[in-house]
């Protein structure tokens, strides 16, 4: 009996190791570009394309993706996430790039001949004879050499021009009326016909996306690209986008009840050339790390809900952005109707709590027409408790505008904000807190401005339009155009006085309109009253204004993108205590107390910036010396 039971025994752990032999097997599956969809998923025989491999995964399952952008996914369109992983460590789904692989997905459709010539060096073609959808509208034009994908924009601004009238080498015109897309080709080396070359047009919406319950969750992106992806107006007038960014997880279905969609994480992708790269709704606990978004239209992500639905729905929870880049992006197309107003680098909507930290922001533009420039990082419409520290901004393009061009806004009702430790460079306004259109009861409460480096914003370097009780101190503001620190006048009119609270910040001018320590006080947008610190104490009872520092502050090389403090600036030691350590006798004014406070230190973009840029534009990275 005994020598039956341990032969039972022997048999049930073979068969036991075999089952889990098996299961660990089917844990990993593999998508290829030349794979194919009848086959079994597996290391030697890959699927093809993520609508066969969504469905087939299942808690604890990793997807390997291969390729590279030499044979990028073309066209996979919306496929939809109706799996979700679980809680706990090893049990969400993960789906990422094999293992030496770099794979591309592209919502491009390729045109390599079926041009026909217009006039001169203008060529046109009927996109209703190559797949388009119904109703399409391009949005997104690349031109390649011959057999070629994953180039540049056919124009610069990327928009296209306003009639066929208007086109010129490097531009594109769309005739929605006849449904004929016009183009005048760079010459690339084989003149103008596009005939020569291989045009790529966005026609995918997205990638993937989730937009109906069940909710996913328990999800893990890794080291995947998602290029061209655009949406699809809705009607021959409008450039309005139905479904915008690379993976959309949209609001409308998500936040008719509370949202269960949770723990999703983005880690190492590249979102590039999109309408939008990322545009996702009502997630709790979403996490973005090691990414680049680069080359984006209207935004590089928009994060949150939307401040179109019910204000007592509850939030979303715990976003955190880090060790990102966002390159170059661009305002939307120039059309009175168009869906994207105001956009920005980073806009996040109606969060509570989280952070965006150890963020490079490098170049946002306008459009053809010159408007809807986006700002850098903005928290609107009930961000709370939210953190915006250790990031570089810089280059924000704008225009003569109250709403142009803000390197970092934190706006409605974005209570408890704290903006610290970042540097701002080249924008049209710094940071700024409130706008020129909100109520009272709209403007920010209690946001704390402390530690952060501004230089040369055109208008303002730190702009108070509207808020409730900020704090503004230990800030280094160097090079404005108007002031340094504005302080809009009906902002002072609200409870005590006390509201405002200034006090340690450093400001230096070398010649008019803020040479010397100003601020700004007033109620007209075109004519501050620039006025010292002591005045303005004096006509406002604001708090503060005791320790500020109006002198040179001795950066190391300015000039060359340095702003680190020399061992003899007097920024040096000059702050008031935030509770956090610093060296020395006392905290630096500006951003930078430590080397490893270095905003964007950890950006993967800033080596891609770097190359782009070459030595001109980048920063430094170097910390202040002490004797």
Wanted: with cysteine; charged share 15%.
């Amino acid at each position: 009996m005994l020598m039956l039971t341990r032969s039972l025994y022997g048999t049930l752990l073979v068969l036991l190791v075999i089952a889990n032999t098996a299961r660990a097997t089917d844990d990993y599956y593999y998508l290829d570009p030349l794979g194919d969809d009848m086959g079994l998923g597996t290391d030697g025989d890959p699927w093809q394309t993520l609508t066969k491999a969504i469905p087939e995964l299942t808690p604890g399952d990793t997807l390997f993706i291969r390729g590279d952008s030499s044979t990028p996914y073309q066209g996979q369109d919306g496929v939809e996430i109706y799996v979700t992983g679980a809680a706990g460590v090893g049990n969400e789904i993960t789906i990422r790039n094999a293992p030496g692989h770099a794979p591309v997905f592209s919502g491009t459709h390729l045109i390599d001949s079926g041009w026909q010539l217009v006039a001169g060096s203008v060529y046109k073609i009927a996109l209703s004879g190559l797949d388009f959808p119904t109703d399409f509208r391009p949005l997104l034009v690349f031109q390649n050499p011959k057999g070629q994908t994953g180039g540049d924009f056919l124009s610069d601004p990327p928009d296209p021009v306003g009639s066929a009238l208007n086109l010129q080498p490097g531009t594109w015109y769309f005739d929605a009326a006849l449904d004929e897309l016009h183009v005048w080709v760079n010459d690339l080396g084989a003149g103008v016909d596009p005939n020569a070359y291989t045009i790529e047009v966005g026609r995918v919406p997205s990638a993937l996306g989730d937009r109906s319950p069940p909710f996913a969750s328990h999800l893990v992106f890794e080291g995947i690209e998602f290029r061209g992806y655009t949406g699809v107006p809705f009607n021959d007038d409008s450039v309005a986008v139905a479904l915008p960014g690379a993976i959309t997880f949209t609001n409308i279905a998500a936040i008719t009840s509370p949202s269960d969609r949770r723990n999703i994480t983005i880690r190492g992708c590249t979102f590039r050339q999109n309408w939008k790269g990322l545009r996702l709704g009502a997630i709790h606990d979403l996490v973005i790390q090691d990414s680049v978004f680069s080359e984006n239209i209207a935004s590089g992500l928009s994060i949150g809900l939307s401040a179109r639905y019910p204000d007592d729905l509850p939030h979303t929870t715990g976003f955190v952005m880090e060790n990102s880049s966002i390159l170059d992006t661009y305002g939307p197309w120039p059309n009175d109707d168009v869906a994207e107003y105001n956009p920005a680098a980073i806009k996040v909507h109606e969060v509570a709590g989280g952070a965006i930290r150890n963020v490079l922001v490098s170049g946002t533009h306008l459009n053809r027409n010159g408007f809807d420039s986006p700002h850098g990082i903005w928290t609107d419409v009930d961000v709370t408790d939210f953190v915006i520290e250790n990031n570089e901004v810089r280059d924000i393009e704008g225009f003569a505008s109250r709403f142009s061009g803000r390197g970092i806004f934190v706006e409605r009702r974005a209570h408890g904000n704290s903006v610290k430790r970042n540097l701002v460079v080249n924008a049209q306004h710094g940071i700024v807190l409130g706008t020129f259109n909100q109520g009272v009861s709209q403007w920010p409460e209690d946001a704390e401005i402390y530690n952060n480096t501004v230089i040369d914003s055109l208008y303002n370097g730190i702009y108070v339009y509207g808020a409730v009780r900020p704090q503004i101190f230990n800030n280094i503001v160097v090079g404005t155009g108007h002031v340094p620190i504005r302080i809009h006048q009906s902002s002072l009119g609200v409870g005590a006085s006390e509201d405002v609270y200034i006090e340690a910040n450093g400001s230096w001018d070398t010649a008019p309109p803020s040479a010397g320590l100003f601020y700004a006080l007033d109620d007209l947008w075109g004519s501050p009253a620039n006025i010292t610190a002591a005045a303005l104490a004096l006509e406002t009872g604001v708090s503060g204004l005791t320790q500020e520092v109006n002198a040179d502050p001795m950066f190391q090389d300015a000039s060359n993108g340095d702003y680190s403090l020399s061992a003899l600036s007097p920024a040096i030691d000059a702050g008031l205590p935030t509770g956090e350590p610093y060296n020395g006798t006392g905290i630096d004014l500006g951003y930078l107390e430590f080397p490893s406070d270095v905003p964007g230190l950890g950006a993967v973009g800033y080596v891609l910036l770097a190359v782009t840029l070459g030595a001109v534009g980048t920063v430094r990275r170097r910390s202040r010396q002490r004797d």
